[in-house]
C-alpha cells in the first residue's frame, strides 16, 4: 500500500529531502543544516523535530523551507537565512552587515574574562571590530561592573551591535562608538580585537561562503595585517600600565604579530594561545 500522500510533508521527510539536497550540492554537515533550516521553519528546536518526527509542515512551511534550502546549496550561511548564531552560550541576532561570530573568537573571550576575574579593578575594555557585539556582550555578562566601548568603522555594523546589547539588556555597560580603530579612544585597562586578517592572495581561494560576509570585516590587506599593524601602533597610547591587549589572528600570522608587539612593548609579556581546534588563534599581550 503507498503511503498517504501527506507523509512527504512530514517533519522526517523534509530532513530527508533537505539533507539530500544540501549532500548533493557538497555542503559540510549536511544533517545539521537541514536540522537547523527545518526548525526555523516550525519554531521549534532541534531536539523536538526528534521527538516529533510526524509533524506536518505546512504548504508555506514547506514552501519556506525550499528557499532556504536552496539558498544554503548557494552556499549562504546558515546564520544569515535563519537570522541568528550561538556564541559562547548565548544568541546573537546576525545579518549580512555583520561577520559571523566563530567559535574560534570564544578564546579571545575566555583569555578577557579570565585576566578582568584576577583584576578587579580593571573594569574598562574597548572591542574593536565588535560587528555584532558578540564578543563584547559575552564578557559583559561574564564580568558584572565592566563597561566596554564596542567600535567599529561600519555604521550598519553597529546597528546590528546596538540591537544585540539592547536583547541582552547591556545598554548602560556596552556602547557603540563607530571610528577608525583606536583614534579618539580614551584610555582602557583592555583591548580586544577581531580585526580582519584574510590576505589578498587567499581573497580568491578562500570558501564560497564568505563571498556573503562583509568584505570590510574580512580582508586585511597584502599580507592580512594592515589594520592589525595600525592597531598595534595606536595602542600604547590606549592601553593603561599593566593592561592587556589581545588580538585574534590567522595561525600564520602570529609569529609576525608577537615581532610587531614586542617593538611596540620592548618590556611586555607577550604570548600565544591555541584555539579548540589547537591552532594558534590569540596573541596576548600583557603590558
Given at each position: 500500500?503507498?503511503?498517504?500522500?501527506?507523509d512527504?510533508?512530514?517533519?522526517?521527510?523534509?530532513?530527508?529531502?533537505?539533507?539530500?539536497?544540501?549532500?548533493?550540492?557538497?555542503?559540510?554537515?549536511?544533517?545539521?543544516?537541514?536540522?537547523?533550516?527545518?526548525?526555523?521553519?516550525?519554531?521549534?528546536?532541534?531536539?523536538?523535530?526528534?521527538?516529533?518526527?510526524d509533524?506536518?509542515?505546512?504548504?508555506?512551511?514547506?514552501?519556506?523551507?525550499?528557499?532556504?534550502?536552496?539558498?544554503r546549496?548557494?552556499?549562504?550561511p546558515?546564520?544569515?537565512?535563519?537570522?541568528?548564531?550561538?556564541?559562547?552560550?548565548?544568541?546573537?541576532?546576525?545579518?549580512?552587515?555583520?561577520?559571523?561570530?566563530?567559535?574560534?573568537?570564544?578564546?579571545?573571550?575566555?583569555?578577557?574574562?579570565?585576566w578582568?576575574?584576577?583584576?578587579?579593578?580593571?573594569?574598562?575594555?574597548?572591542?574593536?571590530?565588535?560587528?555584532?557585539?558578540?564578543?563584547?556582550?559575552?564578557?559583559?555578562k561574564?564580568?558584572?561592573?565592566?563597561?566596554i566601548?564596542?567600535?567599529?568603522?561600519?555604521?550598519?555594523?553597529?546597528?546590528v551591535?546596538d540591537?544585540?546589547?539592547?536583547?541582552?539588556r547591556?545598554?548602560?555597560?556596552?556602547?557603540t562608538?563607530?571610528?577608525?580603530?583606536?583614534?579618539?579612544a580614551?584610555?582602557?585597562?583592555?583591548?580586544?580585537?577581531n580585526?580582519?586578517?584574510i590576505?589578498?592572495?587567499?581573497?580568491?581561494?578562500?570558501?564560497k561562503?564568505?563571498?556573503?560576509?562583509?568584505?570590510?570585516?574580512?580582508d586585511?590587506?597584502?599580507?592580512?595585517?594592515?589594520?592589525?599593524?595600525?592597531?598595534?601602533?595606536?595602542a600604547?597610547?590606549?592601553?593603561?600600565?599593566?593592561?592587556?591587549?589581545?588580538?585574534?589572528?590567522?595561525?600564520?600570522q602570529?609569529?609576525?604579530?608577537?615581532?610587531?608587539?614586542?617593538?611596540?612593548w620592548?618590556?611586555?609579556?607577550?604570548?600565544v594561545?591555541k584555539?579548540?581546534?589547537?591552532?594558534?588563534?590569540?596573541?596576548r599581550?600583557?603590558?
Amino acid at each position: 500500500m503507498a503511503p498517504p500522500a501527506t507523509d512527504s510533508g512530514r517533519v522526517k521527510a523534509q530532513l530527508l529531502k533537505t539533507r539530500a539536497t544540501l549532500a548533493g550540492a557538497g555542503i559540510p554537515l549536511p544533517w545539521l543544516d537541514a536540522e537547523i533550516l527545518v526548525a526555523h521553519v516550525l519554531h521549534s528546536s532541534r531536539e523536538r523535530l526528534h521527538s516529533h518526527p510526524d509533524r506536518l509542515l505546512t504548504v508555506a512551511q514547506r514552501t519556506k523551507l525550499r528557499r532556504l534550502t536552496r539558498r544554503r546549496a548557494a552556499r549562504v550561511p546558515v546564520p544569515y537565512l535563519v537570522g541568528e548564531r550561538e556564541f559562547y552560550g548565548h544568541v546573537f541576532l546576525v545579518t549580512p552587515a555583520v561577520l559571523v561570530p566563530r567559535p574560534s573568537s570564544e578564546l579571545l573571550v575566555e583569555l578577557a574574562i579570565d585576566w578582568l576575574k584576577a583584576h578587579p579593578t580593571a573594569r574598562r575594555v574597548i572591542d574593536l571590530g565588535t560587528g555584532s557585539g558578540a564578543v563584547a556582550i559575552s564578557v559583559a555578562k561574564a564580568v558584572p561592573g565592566v563597561k566596554i566601548e564596542a567600535r567599529d568603522v561600519s555604521a550598519p555594523a553597529l546597528r546590528v551591535a546596538d540591537r544585540n546589547i539592547a536583547h541582552h539588556r547591556l545598554r548602560r555597560r556596552v556602547t557603540t562608538v563607530r571610528g577608525d580603530l583606536l583614534r579618539g579612544a580614551r584610555p582602557a585597562d583592555v583591548i580586544l580585537a577581531n580585526l580582519p586578517y584574510i590576505p589578498d592572495a587567499l581573497r580568491r581561494i578562500r570558501p564560497k561562503e564568505l563571498e556573503y560576509e562583509p568584505a570590510l570585516a574580512l580582508d586585511g590587506g597584502k599580507d592580512g595585517l594592515d589594520l592589525i599593524r595600525t592597531a598595534l601602533t595606536q595602542a600604547p597610547a590606549v592601553v593603561k600600565p599593566g593592561g592587556l591587549v589581545l588580538l585574534e589572528c590567522d595561525p600564520a600570522q602570529t609569529r609576525r604579530i608577537v615581532r610587531l608587539a614586542q617593538g611596540h612593548w620592548t618590556a611586555a609579556e607577550v604570548s600565544v594561545h591555541k584555539d579548540l581546534a589547537g591552532l594558534n588563534r590569540v596573541v596576548r599581550i600583557q603590558t
